[in-house]
């Protein structure tokens, strides 16, 4: 028995064996298979222009981000030059520059929002996105109109085949669809909608809104690419965005109740227009159309606060880059953009405040009460050239802008300024008759009534009275006539 169980130990090792031997023979005698011929490929370009402060991030690698929620666009928050807006706010404080003096463009066109209220979501659907670049500062002569930074987001290929999304968290619902029409068309459709208030309502939280602003939004993107003719193509994108925001601060006292509505929308159509030419240059052209609503407003117990502005906003950018040697690029282009708005203001000579105006939620309105109508129509035609040396590792920048081509026309249709009487209020002195009169000249920024005027010491005790008719009058040591400044809404409109 162990003879056999020998033998049949050396049998298996020895077959193993001339299995492991014959098959190294014939593997040795195969001939090694020829390798594949590679293709070569040559990929002639300009590379796109970066600015020198500029800070680029992909769509992908802002989702991985810690803190963006996979919204790629908050990103921005966490790179260097923006400071953080107080808790519960959506502006953008880029070095330290007002709000209004920074721009948000997407594909090269400009939109007046970057995220709904209280910061929470962007207003464009990070699906739809390739990238963000943030530029502090020191950005080129190719976009303007601006002191502070500048936030662009540039819009994805759309991906072959069909692709649906759905999302729903206790935030809001979106879904977007992408599909073929046809051999030369694809479409993506993609809508989304703030669920946090009636998710706060659902857990009984009646009290969220005394500390933190709950806003209601919703937003929607469509965009159709059309390949056109070899390295041409057409993309028809249309963009939509709208918050409402409700505030209230409660009183025993009905007269002190305090209340805030504000609304906001706007409303993007544009064609791009993209070529590539020969040696590498490029050809793009932007038209594009919208509209822009903003609403505000507050009332201290029923003394209203009011201001409405409706706003058309169109333009166009038309760029063609070129290259002159092999280091040196020459790019032309043509940036216009024009606004035509209608505002309506009611209220007190502080309250809407306007731009530079310290203001806070509650505070109580002043003893005038005043009412403005005012229409404005600016254009501005700016053609700009740069040139681009390319030495080495360095590349070194040139640019140009003529920004003197502009139209404005004003029209302030009415205004009215009266007094009026708290009974509750404590009486004061009445200025002099030399007190500082308001005028009908339009202001330096003609999107805005003009200011009419106030002491320029704000003590309490001291009142002015106000005229909205011109007339000349001198002015007494202790009072000045302010310069108009407009409102922080009105200003962003219509720059």
């Known amino acids: 028995m162990t003879r056999s169980r020998a033998a049949a130990s050396w049998t298996l090792a020895l077959s193993t064996a001339l299995l492991g031997f014959y098959s190294g023979i014939s593997a040795a005698q195969t001939p090694p298979a020829a390798p594949e011929a590679l293709s070569e490929v040559a990929i002639r370009g300009i590379r796109p222009r970066r600015?020198?402060?500029e800070l680029r991030?992909?769509?992908?690698?802002?989702?991985?981000?810690p803190g963006t929620h996979d919204d790629p666009v908050k990103v921005i928050e966490n790179l260097p030059g923006l400071a953080r807006a107080a808790f519960g706010s959506d502006q953008l404080v880029l070095w330290g520059a007002a709000p209004e003096d920074s721009r948000v463009y997407v594909d090269g066109v400009e939109i007046p929002q970057l995220f709904h209220g209280s910061g929470i979501r962007s207003t464009i659907?990070?699906?739809?996105?390739?990238?963000?670049?943030?530029?502090?500062?020191?950005?080129?002569?190719?976009?303007?109109?601006?002191?502070g930074?500048?936030?662009?987001?540039e819009t994805r290929e759309l991906e072959a085949g069909y692709h649906a999304t759905v999302d729903a968290s206790t935030l809001d619902a979106s879904a977007r669809v992408t599909g073929p029409l046809g051999e030369r068309m694809r479409l993506s459709l993609g809508a989304r909608y703030g669920?946090?208030?009636?998710?706060?309502?659902?857990?009984?939280?009646?009290?969220?809104g005394d500390f933190f602003a709950v806003p209601r939004y919703h937003d929607y993107q469509a965009k159709l690419q059309v390949?056109?003719?070899?390295r041409e193509s057409l993309d028809v994108v249309a963009l939509g965005s709208s918050d409402e925001l409700d505030r209230l601060l409660s009183s025993d006292d009905p007269a002190r109740v305090r209340t805030l509505s504000t609304a906001q929308s706007f409303e993007r159509v544009y064609l791009r227009y993209r070529r590539a030419l020969e040696q590498g240059g490029s050809v793009e052209v932007v038209p594009w159309f919208g509209r822009d609503?903003?609403?505000?407003?507050?009332?201290?117990?029923?003394i209203p606060a009011q201001l409405a502005q409706q706003a058309v906003r169109f333009g166009l950018r038309a760029e063609q880059r070129s290259r002159l040697a092999s280091n040196v690029v020459l790019c032309l282009g043509l940036d216009a953009a024009g606004t035509r708005a209608n505002l309506e203001r009611r209220g007190t000579l502080t309250l809407p405040a306007r731009e530079g105006d310290l203001t806070v939620f509650g505070q109580p309105p002043g003893d005038d009460d005043s009412t403005d109508s005012w229409q404005a129509t600016i254009v501005d035609v700016a053609p700009y050239a740069s040139v681009d040396w390319t030495v080495g590792p360095l590349t070194l920048s040139r640019g140009y802008a003529w920004t003197g081509i502009c139209w404005k026309i004003a029209d302030r249709r009415r205004a009215s300024?009266?007094?009026?009487?708290?009974?509750?209020?404590r009486s004061t002195p009445k200025c002099s008759r030399g007190s500082a009169r308001a005028t009908a000249r339009p202001s330096a920024s003609c999107c805005s009534p003009p200011r009419v005027c106030t002491p320029s010491r704000p003590r309490p005790p001291t009142r002015a009275r106000c005229s909205a008719r011109p007339r000349s009058v001198p002015k007494p040591p202790h009072t000045s006539a302010l310069p108009s400044r407009s409102s922080s809404r009105t200003h962003s409109a219509c720059k």
């Open 195 to 208: 669920l946090l208030d009636r998710t706060l309502s659902a857990v009984d939280a009646p009290d969220i």
């Open 293 to 302: 609503e903003s609403r505000y407003d507050a009332r201290f117990g029923e």
């Open 51 to 53: 600015d020198i402060s």
């Open 125 to 147: 659907n990070g699906d739809l996105l390739s990238s963000v670049s943030l530029s502090p500062g020191a950005y080129g002569a190719d976009y303007g109109r601006a002191i």
């Open 149 to 153: 930074g500048m936030v662009r987001l």
């Open 57 to 65: 991030v992909s769509a992908e690698q802002a989702r991985a981000q």
């Open 227 to 230: 390949r056109l003719r070899d």
């Open 417 to 425: 300024v009266k007094r009026r009487r708290l009974g509750a209020r």
